[in-house]
């Protein structure tokens, strides 16, 4: 049974990723939209294996039921297809992208009208419509134009940061797409070549996952000091999350970018709510109350995330996988222009990323978060889905707990501000362990205590 997880349906390549697939949930998707006669839709894809051919065949089935198509003439980030959706008021856009997924994956993703992911309850509908059986639409009236990718994309991202100070300030920027979809991009935008690693076709990702985390990122992390770059700057698969590294070749985490471009559009003079996942830092609740900004906290999931932005006047939103969305460029995840707003930050303060973070440090104290993946047999899942629904008492890792939430999964709220956050993936045989205090030791500690609670010590 085909099922949509965070963002989109993704699946393994020649499995259930097929051609007859790719057609039956874009068939779905027209059925649930119901747009009018001509709508107008945008259709892009990343470099993966064959990403391009399934791309043609889901803009064959929207031309088929009538759709007005605008498909990408080559490889594009997803931001791309939401920014055209949104700026050319289209009914929406399909990408064909499996976004960080290993190699052997691909995947579709919906965007509605505002360029946000489709909300739980659209993907939900497309489900059912599957279920039901459709009746896949080859021959119609619809037309299939193409479009630059390039273009009307740069030109908003452009729009968004201060690319004159960013040029005056002339910082050396190492750039690693990991073989995806934001190469050839960020030169584009600042006018300049950037030294760009893993820029090239790869539909295996160089045996690389295409995740900008600091496993992943072992190049970048060697060349920028190795070379005397100012900053390395990478992007996912379909080059909506982000990634960095600092002049010393450290890894600078989702959390802490959040945390600087928060910063950052404050010192802009922008206002709004604060979106965040139950396992985002609390550096961003520490910078909002600073400020006297709201801060909302939602179930893991951008789509989640946009759903809020609906609900509220947002000025940003963020997850700690790297997903950064700035609702007035759209309401999605954008890495490019993360990037982008890493080298403003810069430019605007004339220092590199590893000094600008020990600044925040001194303004709003240390936060240490990890991370654990716990892979789980059957058994093992069932043990810790029932250990989940016992509350534990008293303290955790020394930190008396203050409360819990169950948003999505288990979170013990601790005093200090520290957290733990056990939480099954609904797509694999995993439990995820999340915890952030304000020492390092403290929060392996706290992990530990995690698997302790669930008898996986």
Sequence with gaps: MIKFGTDGWRAIIGDEFTFENVERVVQAYTDVAAAPKGAAIYVGHDRRFLSR?????AAGVLAANGFTVHLSKDYCPTPCISVMTKNLKASGGVVITASHNPAPWNGVKFKESYGGSASPEFTAKVEKRLSEGVSVKRTGDGRILSFD??????KALRE?????????SNWKVAYDPLFGAGGGFLGKVLERPVHEIHGEENPAFGGLNPEPIGKNLGALTALVPGEGFDVGLATDGDADRIGAVDETGIFVTPQQIFALLLGRLIERGERGDVVKTVSTTGMIDAIAARHGLKVHETPIGFKHICAKFLETTPLIGGEESGGIGIPSH????DGLLCGLMLLEIMSAKNKRLGEILKGLEREIGPFHFVREDVHLSDEQRTQVEDAMTKDARGS????????????DGTKYLLETGSWLLLRLSGTEPLLRIYAETHSPQQTRDLIREGRLLLGLA
């Design 330 to 333: 759209v309401y999605e995840r």
């Design 396 to 407: 955790l890792a020394g930190l008396k707990i203050r409360g819990v939430n169950r948003l």
């Design 53 to 57: 051919e399934f791309a043609e065949r």
């Design 160 to 168: 968004r940061v201060d690319v004159k100070a960013i040029a005056r």
């Design 149 to 154: 990718p390039q273009d009307a994309y740069v």
